[in-house]
């Protein structure tokens, strides 16, 4: 009797993979012909057959050993802890059977931060609201003691339908850490204690949240003057040694937004860590500029 059991079930776990279906701890995931990264082949669109929402979802490499095996697991562990409410790109579902391993992720539908900066130049209210968002995200994973490390616009998606700000590249960076890959770092908004622990592994540099917390005033520095805070053909072995604070110079900000805006650069591009905001400090200091704006009305056109 058991047999017929497991041959009936083998057959419909045939039937599934024939029909592009995953099984995940969840759920089931039907594989859509759709790829929204073309750059990686191994992540498509997956829609749940269980509540039609759409999700991305990611191949694991075929080669993995037993030990990268297990970090993979770990990895799709941490990711299903994150809580996409706080603004993180989180996972819902995984498999570990060798023969389709995978991880369900979020998809946020909205517009790419990096692709709006190529085309339009951001108000001040909104990049504010777009910082106080990237705050409850740093926050969250500050939580689990975790650096995100690599802040940049690539990873920063406004969702149409609020104009709130997700933060991605999560899934990316848990990459780096749970299996062999090398993590790629963006030099334009990367703090200098991660450039020197990049340069000089032997050092030992401690890598703490704050490093984030410099990557999102290098990403307002750009986004409030239209160009990354320092060139990017710099040396970056002698800048990490003595980084110095960037200075704001627009003609589209006031002198009382000029002022405004500088202090908060001190304030999150201190070469020194210790002597940086905290995420909710850095929120604290734009609600008291926004006062009662209302980010419906302030963020309109993303939505």
């Not at 095996?69 to 989180?90: I, T």
Request: proline share 6%.
């Amino acid at each position: 009797m058991y047999e017929e059991i497991i041959r009936q079930i083998q057959e419909l776990n045939q039937k599934l993979i024939e029909n592009d279906v995953c099984i995940g701890g969840r759920g089931y995931y039907k594989v859509l012909d759709k790829m929204p990264f073309p750059d990686k082949k191994n992540i498509f669109f997956a829609l749940s057959l269980d509540n039609k929402k759409q999700y991305l979802i990611e191949f694991a490499p075929q080669d993995l050993n037993p030990i990268d095996m297990q970090k993979y697991l770990r990895r799709a562990l941490f990711l299903m802890v994150l809580d996409q409410e706080k603004g993180v790109m989180s996972a819902k579902d995984f498999s570990i059977d060798p023969a389709r391993c995978f991880i369900i992720t979020d998809w946020i539908e909205g517009k790419n931060l990096q692709s709006l900066m190529k085309h339009i130049r951001f108000h001040l209210p909104e990049i504010l609201w777009i910082m106080s968002d990237m705050t409850y995200s740093l926050e969250h994973l500050s939580e689990f003691g975790f650096v995100h490390r690599n802040i940049n616009p690539q990873n920063i998606t406004i969702q149409s339908k609020t104009g709130r700000s997700y933060l991605g590249g999560v899934e990316y960076v848990t990459l780096s850490d749970f299996v062999h890959t090398q993590l790629e770092i963006n030099n334009h908004y990367a703090s200098p204690e991660l450039v020197r622990s990049l340069l000089l592994p032997e050092n030992n540099e401690p890598l703490t949240p704050w490093s984030d917390v410099y990557s999102l005033g290098a990403l307002f520095f750009h986004l409030v003057t239209g160009e990354p805070p320092f060139v990017a053909n710099r040396n970056i072995e002698k800048w990490c040694k003595k980084p110095n604070i960037p200075k704001i110079k627009s003609e589209f900000l006031s002198r009382r937004e000029r002022k405004y805006c500088q202090e908060l650069i001190d304030n999150t591009m201190h070469p020194k860590f210790l002597k940086r905001w905290s995420p909710n400090r850095v929120r604290r200091y734009i609600m008291a500029f926004l006062g009662d704006s209302r980010k419906e009305e302030d963020m309109v056109r993303f939505l």
